[in-house]
C-alpha cells in the first residue's frame, strides 16, 4: 500500500454544528493524519472556480451557494491509501444510501449537506490540494 494524501473538506452544515472535532477524530482513529487544516469562508467565486468540473451539471449553482453559506474546513489527509480510506470512512454521497458508522450517516442532513467532501482519485487529490494550500503548509 502505498502513502497518498488526499484533501477533505468538513462542510457548512457540519462546522455550524460544531462537528469538526468528531469528524476529525474519525479520520485520526482510521488512521489518516491531518497534515494541513484551515478553517476558511469561501466566497462564491472561489466555490465556483473549485468546484468547476461540475459547472453543466444542474446541482452546481445550489452546491456553489451552499459550500458559500458559511465556514468549512479545508485540510489534507495523509496515510496508507488515503484516498479510499478516506471515502470508506466519509460513506456514500446520500446519507440515506452510507452505511452505519460513516460520517455521513452520523451527520449528514442531505446530498448536499452531507458533512464532508473528499478527493476520489489521485489526480483530483493533486489539485484540490494545490488549490488551498502551498507546500509550505503542509506539514507531513
Do not use: W
Amino acid at each position: 500500500m502505498a502513502v497518498e494524501r488526499t484533501l477533505s473538506i468538513i462542510k457548512p452544515d457540519a462546522t455550524c454544528r460544531d462537528l469538526t472535532g468528531r469528524i476529525n477524530a474519525r479520520f485520526e482513529e482510521s488512521g489518516l493524519h491531518i497534515v494541513a487544516q484551515k478553517r476558511i469562508r469561501m466566497t462564491l467565486g472561489v466555490a465556483e472556480k473549485f468546484y468547476e468540473v461540475h459547472r453543466r451539471r444542474s446541482f452546481f449553482d445550489d452546491l456553489c451557494a451552499f459550500m458559500a453559506s458559511g465556514p468549512v474546513v479545508v485540510q489534507v489527509l495523509e496515510g496508507e491509501d488515503a484516498i479510499a480510506r478516506n471515502r470508506e470512512i466519509m460513506g456514500a454521497t446520500n446519507p440515506d444510501n452510507a452505511e452505519e458508522k460513516t460520517i455521513r450517516r452520523d451527520f449528514g442532513e442531505s446530498i448536499e449537506a452531507n458533512s464532508v467532501h473528499g478527493s476520489d482519485s489521485l489526480e483530483t487529490a493533486a489539485r484540490e490540494i494545490a488549490f488551498f494550500f502551498s507546500d509550505i503548509e503542509i506539514v507531513g
